[in-house]
């Protein structure tokens, strides 16, 4: 058999993922109807989960593809709260028209703050995002219509009324307050296979090979072209979107918003990085990994208080130190599976030492 | 007219606490090019470490800071050799995610060793002592403090300027690989560069804890004042530093007078005013 | 016994290998020039006798004692100091402070101090407090040198002192090296250019692609076998 260049193609599918992807549907289909079975509790720590891996998706683009490490996602966090409960406390909304919006408004606020951190690199930049998250705060606090330092509710009738929980009412026979908690986590579900998707679909496209030569080496980067002020900054924006709509969706579930809540660092920014440090940097399967872990050691050591972050802490230390791609990384040196692998391979020549879909990634000439 | 002096001398004194809180964060970034983002919870640990010496030996204060300055700077000795240096490197994230958890693991280690009750290191007369300067009166411990600044940096200016060690900081700072063929083991240099680093922050917490309450959460808002008068001065420069803090307490000061509740606002909107205006700070320095 | 032996040294950047086997020595005294072209692998040589690389703990063997393994800072205690390829001076430091630094890590008796390089090199002194990287190319080699010498080292290694400069300004750094052989120093020299390293060398090594492809003094080899050597057999 002749191998002429023509027959060289460039692809990222391998056996794993050809697999995993059916399986993905039919998990997202699965977790759709969990309501039918599942208790009201349970749909409520889903729920944190889902969120939480949505959050952490977020900062694990930013930080571990597109090189900006971030300790200020919060302030999309409680901005997009803040900005939905504005819009349905103050204008009368229905809450979920009131959390699109939101992402859109906190997509503006990160379009400001970017002239702002953007002048800023490395630690710095870090730091920077960081005041920011302080500043929004200290302002918000003075935002009296909605609470100051203090915060403020969600109306129960605002709630109540929103977009399919009637519907959903009805159909499982639920409470408006269940209901309510149901059509949210529905919500979740699409926001967090969206953002999944998302991800990946960037990092397989032209722009996440960009992005992965930036983070790379920004210098090289830019000598072949690439020009890395713009796609970091279209990473910052999106991210900063997909943050507000999750803050703006987190703040409907909770009906109760207070600016040392939705600005707290160690509940949008601190809990993230663990997840995403001990899960995996730099792959999208290693915030998943990363949030199991996470709900595990939340339930055993719920009643430890400090000793918990402690040890969350010392773990996060440790898996940096040691292990620096996370258990996902482990487990993918391994085995070499991926499930989403975002990784070139050139097959179809006779050095490939790859079959197309036929072999594990990690054979592979990385990209 | 007295109220706008008092306010100014009172905002001036206060960059020098300022000033002292980002020394050490200057240093080390000098040095090995590494932010702490522990910086800010040292300071808190130092001051926990003088208030257990003051309460378990019964010492005055100032020399309790002073039998704890050695044993922060062993902490800081072995945190840099045996874990700081493993972050070192061309990536960005090891320093900064090793650090950010380090920040978490002291303050609820400090947490679960002294509860969450405020604490204060108390001076005694010192503490509410003035000085009458024409129509102000300065306080004491803000003076004390300021003049500590002062010294400190004149100190570590004296230090890395007029010393064989200095100059091994700085050959190591430029290039590790050659000062290595110089002799100098650029491990055990950052060891002692975060040691003297905790040195300074050791004074700090002398001042932060007489000064005000303090608790095991304040470190972060530490770090942020600190971060911000480092990246006004211009990274490189000490006395740039003073400047960065002086400017910063000024600000607060100022806005606390406005109104109690914009003080820390007010800080924070100086530092970007001054950063937008002036992106590589007020004493950049030539070669960075 | 030689002051220093090499044994089969290998050297690896990763993957890349780029010493295969070299052997050597250098009896107290002597001045050895080491010639070949870019990629030869001369450079990646003195790095591993500084210590810089790290080999096999007894590929370099110093007075009798096995170096291979050790970090450049213990090689340089022992007294093998390195004018680095590129100068390397310390941009933060000044000429006196460059000077100042090269006595770091071992403070020895012997002819060099501040005051003796000086001597030798009276510009320096001029410029003294100058940032080192505001001297010509040829004033920043002699502070690289001067450096190196300041700890009184045992063997100096100079690893293409010429790069980069002018004839006449690599003339009157070869005159400093029969000097350096009054003061009964031994030296290893790196060299593109072997014209000059062929006058001051008591002995030659030539160097291909990792390997010593000839070795000899200089009166005892042809220009054929030297050209045969450095570029390959035509």
Redesign the interface.
């Known amino acids: 058999m002749v191998s002429t260049p023509e027959a060289w193609r460039v692809t990222t599918r391998t056996k794993a993922s050809a697999v995993f992807m059916p399986l993905a549907v039919a998990a997202i289909l699965a977790a759709l109807a969990a309501p039918v079975f599942a208790s009201r509790a349970a749909i409520q720590d889903l729920f944190f989960m889902l969120t939480m891996l949505v959050l952490a998706q977020c900062w694990n683009l930013l930080a571990g593809y597109a090189g900006l490490v971030s300790v200020g996602q919060q302030v999309f966090v409680g901005f997009g709260g803040y900005a939905m409960f504005a819009l349905v406390v103050l204008a009368g909304l229905d809450p979920l028209l009131a959390i699109l919006i939101a992402g859109v408004a906190t997509t503006a606020l990160a379009v400001l703050t970017a002239q702002f951190v953007f002048r800023l690199q490395g630690a710095y930049f870090a730091i920077g995002t960081w005041v920011v998250s302080e500043v929004v705060r200290l302002l918000v606090a003075q935002w009296t219509a909605l609470g100051g330092g203090t915060g403020t509710s969600l109306p129960a009738r605002a709630a109540r009324e929103m977009f399919g929980v009637a519907m959903a009412s009805r159909a499982f026979g639920f409470r408006s307050a269940q209901a309510v908690d149901t059509v949210c986590y529905w919500l979740a579900v699409v926001l967090a296979a969206g953002t999944i998707g998302f991800i990946y679909g960037l990092l397989r496209a032209r722009q996440g090979l960009a992005l992965a030569a930036v983070r790379d080496n920004q210098e090289a980067a830019r000598a072949v072209a690439v020009d890395s002020h713009r796609i970091k900054t279209f990473v910052y924006l999106a991210v900063a979107f997909i943050t507000g709509l999750t803050g703006a969706l987190i703040y409907v579930e909770k009906a109760r918003i207070s600016p040392n809540a939705a600005f707290s660092v160690l509940d949008w920014t601190a809990y993230v990085i663990f997840i995403v440090v001990i899960g995996g940097i730099g792959t999208i399967e290693g915030p998943i990994v990363g949030v199991v872990v996470f709900m595990i050691l939340q339930t055993m050591l719920a009643d430890y208080g400090s000793w918990y972050l402690l040890i969350l802490g010392v773990i996060a230390i440790v898996v940096m130190l040691f292990a620096r791609r996370g258990l996902w990384g482990l487990f993918t040196e391994r085995t070499g599976i991926q499930f989403f692998p975002v990784r070139r391979i050139l097959v179809g020549t006779p050095f490939s030492t790859v079959k197309e879909a036929g072999a594990f990634a990690d054979q592979a000439h990385q990209v | 007219m007295v109220s706008f002096a008092d306010t100014l001398v009172q905002g001036v004194l206060l960059g020098g606490l300022y000033a002292l809180f980002a020394a050490g964060l200057s240093l080390i970034f000098g040095v090995m090019r ?2 702490n ?1 522990a910086h800010g919870d040292l300071i808190v640990l130092a001051a926990f470490l003088i208030l257990s010496l003051i309460t378990a030996l019964g010492l005055n204060p100032f020399v309790a800071a002073l039998i704890a300055l050695p044993i922060m700077f062993a902490l800081g000795f072995v945190l840099q050799l045996q ?1 700081l240096n ?2 070192l490197g061309p990536d ?7 650090t ?6 002291i ?3 400090l ?2 060793a002294f509860s969450a009750d405020s604490r204060r290191i108390s001076v005694g007369l010192l503490e509410t002592a003035s000085l009458p300067v024409g129509p102000i009166s300065i306080g004491v411990m803000p003076l004390l403090t300021f003049l500590s600044a002062v010294a400190v940096i004149v100190g570590l200016n004296h230090l890395f300027y007029r010393t ?1 060690l200095g ?2 900081f ?2 190591t ?3 590790k ?9 650029p491990e055990r240099i950052f060891a002692v560069a975060t040691g003297i680093a905790m040195i300074v922050a050791t004074i700090a917490a002398l001042y932060l804890g007489a000064r005000a309450n303090f608790d095991p959460t304040i470190g ?1 808002a530490r ?2 004042y600190a ?2 008068a480092v ?1 006004i001065g211009g990274l490189g420069s000490l006395w740039g530093t003073l400047a960065g803090g002086v400017i910063i307490g000024v600000a607060q000061t100022f806005g606390a007078a406005i109104n109690p ?1 914009w003080q ?2 007010l800080g ?2 100086a ?2 005013a001054v ?2 205006a002036m ?1 590589r700070g007020l004493f950049p320095r030539p ?1 960075d | 016994m030689a002051l220093l032996e090499i044994h089969g040294l290998t050297a690896r950047y990763g993957e890349f290998q780029a010493l295969f086997g070299v052997d050597m020595t250098l009896e107290p005294g002597e001045t050895i020039a080491i010639v070949g072209a870019n990629g030869a692998g001369k450079s990646t040589l003195m790095r591993s006798i500084a210590g810089v690389l790290s080999n096999a703990d007894e590929q370099i063997v110093f007075e009798g004692r096995r170096i291979g393994a050790l970090p450049a800072a213990d090689v340089m205690a022992l007294g093998i100091a390195m004018v680095p390829e590129g100068r390397r001076l310390f941009p933060s430091l000044s000429v006196e402070e460059n000077l100042l630094i090269g006595r770091y890590g071992r403070q020895a008796p012997g002819p060099w101090s501040l005051k003796t390089v000086y001597e030798l090199f009276p510009v320096l002194k001029e410029r003294r407090t100058a940032p080192a990287i505001t001297l010509s190319g040829g004033q920043q080699q002699m502070t690289a040198i001067g450096r190196a010498l300041m700890s009184n080292p045992r063997i100096l290694l100079c690893d293409e002192v010429s790069l980069g400069l002018a004839p006449v300004v690599i003339r009157d750094m070869y005159a400093i090296f029969p000097r350096l052989r009054e003061t009964g120093a031994s030296v290893v020299i790196v060299e593109q250019d072997i014209g000059q390293a062929l006058k001051v060398a008591d002995r030659v090594y030539c160097m291909m692609e990792g390997r010593v492809t000839l070795s000899g003094s200089p009166a005892s080899l042809t220009r054929e076998a030297i050209h045969a050597a450095y570029f390959g057999a035509s």
């Open positions: 590494l932010v983002l874990v493993r972050t960005i994230l090891p320093p900064l995610l090793v950010f958890g380090l920040s978490i693991v303050q609820n280690g947490l679960e064989e100059r091994a700085r050959a700072s430029d290039d690989v050659t000062a290595s063929l110089m002799g100098i083991r972060p770090l942020i971060f911000e990246i509740e820390i606002l924070h909107v530092f970007i950063l937008l992106p070669t």
